[in-house]
């Protein structure tokens, strides 16, 4: 098996961030730093990270998290803060890994694993995952708003385009619709702070085509077999 890949297998992060960890000298292979990603692991051979010994995992959990405000998207934190690895460590015994993020104050599905490739796959731009968000925003959204998210909008990094934007019908119109495949940090809180509106409340209702059917706040759940064989056959 080729290093970065012995190196995602054993849960550490997807095979593109070994690749990278071990160009930078972080991975030692036999006692000796190697940095050549595509050396192939034999059999016999030891691999280490940090000073510790790792190996391919054996067993792969996939777990769904519908995460609460107040949390942050990392295995910790220096300052204390809660994580939503606090949240869900009693449930595995190995560490899983979010893909991809969630800011502090936005709610909703959070999809966590110990399969480095699934992640490095689901957390690729190439792949444009759909996710869907509710929007609380302080005032009613314009429909001229509306309108224009839709051509997109220009930010500081760049243009930044949502797939669809509604709002959700039943409601007021403050509260907004979002189907978007963007991976970019708090592109939404972005695109309304460009208009001119704050977001009040934002939850993430639909990742990769999972939901948050039956998965109350704060709470966790495995994901079912045909899910995972949906995921991993993602395109």
Not at 65 to 90: A, H, S, Y
Not at 105 to 124: P, Y
Not at 186 to 202: N, P, Q
């Given at each position: 098996?080729?290093l970065?890949?012995?190196i995602?297998h054993a ?24 940095k050549?990603?595509a050396?192939?692991?034999k ?16 067993k ?10 107040n949390v ?5 934190d ?8 606090d949240?869900v ?18 709610t ?6 110990n ?26 959204l ?12 220009m930010?500081e ?9 509604s709002y959700?019908?039943?409601?007021p ?12 940090n ?12 704050e ?5 993430r ?19 079912k ?8 056959h993602?395109?």
């Amino acid at each position: 098996m080729r290093l970065n890949k012995y190196i995602a297998h054993a849960g550490i992060c997807s095979r593109r961030k070994a690749a990278e960890l071990v160009k930078d000298g972080f991975i030692k292979l036999n006692g000796e730093v190697e940095k050549n990603p595509a050396v192939v692991v034999k059999e016999d051979d030891r691999v280490e990270y940090m000073g510790k010994e790792i190996n391919p995992v054996k067993k792969k959990f996939y777990l769904l998290l519908n995460k609460p405000k107040n949390v942050i998207t990392t295995m910790d934190d220096e300052r204390g803060r809660k994580t939503v690895w606090d949240i869900v460590q009693e449930k595995v015994d190995t560490k899983i890994y979010p893909v991809g993020r969630l800011d502090r104050n936005t709610t909703g599905l959070l999809l966590m694993t110990n399969d480095g490739e699934l992640i490095q796959k689901l957390s690729h731009p190439s792949r444009k995952v759909k996710k869907i968000y509710e929007a609380v925003l302080d005032k009613p959204l314009a429909q001229k708003d509306i309108e224009e998210i839709d051509k997109g909008v220009m930010l500081e990094d760049g243009m930044a385009e949502v797939d669809k934007i509604s709002y959700i019908q039943e409601l007021p119109p403050n509260h907004i619709g979002i189907e978007l495949h963007s991976g970019k940090n708090r592109i939404i809180r972005r695109i309304f702070e460009h208009m001119g509106y704050e977001v009040i409340k934002l939850d993430r209702v639909f990742f990769a085509g999972l939901t948050k059917k039956d998965l109350p706040r704060g709470w966790s759940r495995f994901l079912k077999k045909e899910e995972v064989i949906m995921l991993k056959h993602f395109s």
